[in-house]
């Protein structure tokens, strides 16, 4: 690991110094916890996968895990923050040494990542106040969730699958953003022995039985239907949740970066579809 790489590294842990004006925000759910915590009007570009209507407006500057220093340094930014998976690596050493400095949010999938980087961020950016009142609006959500998977007898079996033109069965495991969602929801993922994005064979796939499969809405646009989907992945059809047309769509954004605001709201929205009985008791 070289020098400058620990440099940006090291930034998690300057909470006594306050980020610089001009922003660049790399990343979903930070652009979505920089809006929250306000400061969107600091923020100087976002990149692609930033699409709300607070940040509309600003330049983009590409996907995040594929940055160009020349463009990021063209808008004369004083921060860039994004999380782990935002690179390349050498975009990053290039900012670095052209004096911008470089905040790495980390993208652990648990809520105790999300309100610790809410207070990082909270610190950094000198909105402790803000931090504080979303962090309270969080613990109410996820005791929310947590206490509804409590009342759930039977928890149902989900599987994400990533699609693509391949046809391949690619399913979330454990330490992913979707993961953590699902389980959030109270349901139960058949793929959890499995670490990160693992492709399954066609045995593997069935043995796991899903009552209900989640997708990605990014994903969803190419097939738009049920029966185009099946006709896509035939396997779906022998499946529990293929049988019921059991298929969600989550926004795709809620998975990038880690476990994120955005990532509680869908896990509430799948707690509704999913367990309809406790949709009263969320807010």
Request: with cysteine; charged share 20%; hydrophobic share 40%.
């Amino acid at each position: 690991m070289n020098k400058v790489w620990i440099s940006v590294c090291c930034l998690l842990l300057s909470f006594g110094s306050v980020a610089g004006d001009r922003i660049i925000s790399a990343g979903a759910g930070v652009t979505e916890l920089l809006i929250a915590l306000d400061k969107q009007d600091d923020l100087v570009a976002v990149d692609l996968t930033s699409r709300y209507p607070a940040v509309s407006k600003l330049p983009v500057v590409g996907y995040h895990r594929q940055l160009s220093a020349e463009g990021l340094l063209s808008l004369a930014p004083d921060t860039l923050i994004g999380s782990s998976e935002m690179g390349p690596q050498s975009t990053l050493d290039l900012l670095v040494q052209s004096g911008v400095e470089v905040l790495v949010l980390p993208t652990e999938t648990t809520t105790k990542n999300l309100l610790d980087t809410i207070t990082l961020l909270g610190d950094k950016l000198d909105r402790k106040v803000q931090a504080k009142q979303l962090i309270s609006k969080l613990e109410h959500d996820i005791n929310q969730l947590e206490k509804n998977q409590q009342q759930i007898n039977t928890p149902k079996k989900m599987l994400f699958l990533l699609l693509n033109d391949k046809g391949t069965y690619t399913a979330a495991g454990s330490n992913t953003t979707a993961h953590s969602v699902m389980t959030l929801a109270g349901a139960v993922n058949p793929a959890a022995e499995l670490n990160s994005y693992q492709a399954l064979s066609a045995e593997a796939f069935l043995a796991m039985a899903p009552e209900s499969i989640l997708v990605s809405g990014r994903h969803w646009k190419k097939y738009q239907d049920l029966d185009t989907l099946m006709a896509a992945m035939p396997l779906l059809a022998q499946t529990p949740a293929g049988r019921n047309k059991a298929i969600y769509v989550i926004d795709g954004k809620a998975l990038i970066g880690g476990l994120g605001l955005n990532s509680i709201e869908q896990a509430k929205q799948l707690q509704r579809k999913l367990y309809p009985h406790l949709s009263a008791n969320l807010d």
